[in-house]
């Protein structure tokens, strides 16, 4: 926990020192499970997500976007069993840092722009599965990937209005047994509004 602490302490240090816009950003995510050789809840479940960050070394042709928020991660398997249906669903929540490189095109009000960077999700509480059938699987601590996203921003005098669409590129499980490992996939929309400070 301590370690956690640290990591989010520097990570705001770091980006806030150079921060030209401040934000916020509110959206849902749309999650899935994919088994490495075989899936375990492959039918999505939609939940909330929300980030606060910063946008700082701003060019004209490029910036960086820093964020820390919050997200949940899991899928839903449907199987039947004799005649009655069954609705299995696993999820667990996240505390995400990610930075990403945007790519944009520079204009006063309106730009739109594409970025990728690395994401770290941090696992908030124990992180167990709800049905004993998965006992043998342990979720892991931390995930990682890339982040992908396009989106497009107004600029309103001192504030700035967006969208934002994301795409979360697994690099690790989020959970792994002995036979196999599972990877989490995210596909996020975000309504951002941010205030310029420089």
């Known amino acids: 926990m301590k370690k956690t602490a640290l990591i989010f302490t520097c990570f705001l240090f770091i980006s806030t020192c150079y921060a030209q816009i401040l934000k916020i950003d509110n959206g849902i995510s749309i999650n899935s499970l994919k088994g490495k050789k075989f899936d375990l809840f492959p039918q ?64 006063s009000k309106t730009e739109f722009y594409l970025g990728a960077g690395p994401y770290l999700n941090i696992l908030l509480g124990s ?34 209005v967006g969208i934002n669409c994301t795409y979360l590129l697994p690099f690790s499980p989020v959970a792994k047994s002995p036979y196999t490992s599972i990877d989490a996939r995210s596909l996020a929309v975000y309504i951002s509004l941010g205030y310029r400070m420089k």
Do not use: C, H
């Open 127 to 160: 992180g167990t599965f709800s049905d004993d059938l998965y006992a043998g699987y342990s979720i892991q601590k931390t995930n990682w990937g890339s982040k992908l996203e396009a989106g497009i921003n107004e600029n309103i005098n001192k504030f700035r």
């Open 44 to 107: 999505k479940i939609v939940s909330y997500t929300g980030m606060v960050g910063v946008e700082y070394l701003q060019k004209k042709w490029f910036y960086l976007s820093s964020e820390i928020g919050y997200i949940k991660l899991g899928g839903k398997e449907n199987s039947t069993v004799g005649s009655a249906a069954n609705a299995n669903k696993e999820s667990w929540n996240y505390a995400q840092l990610n930075t990403s490189f945007r790519l944009r095109t520079p204009g």
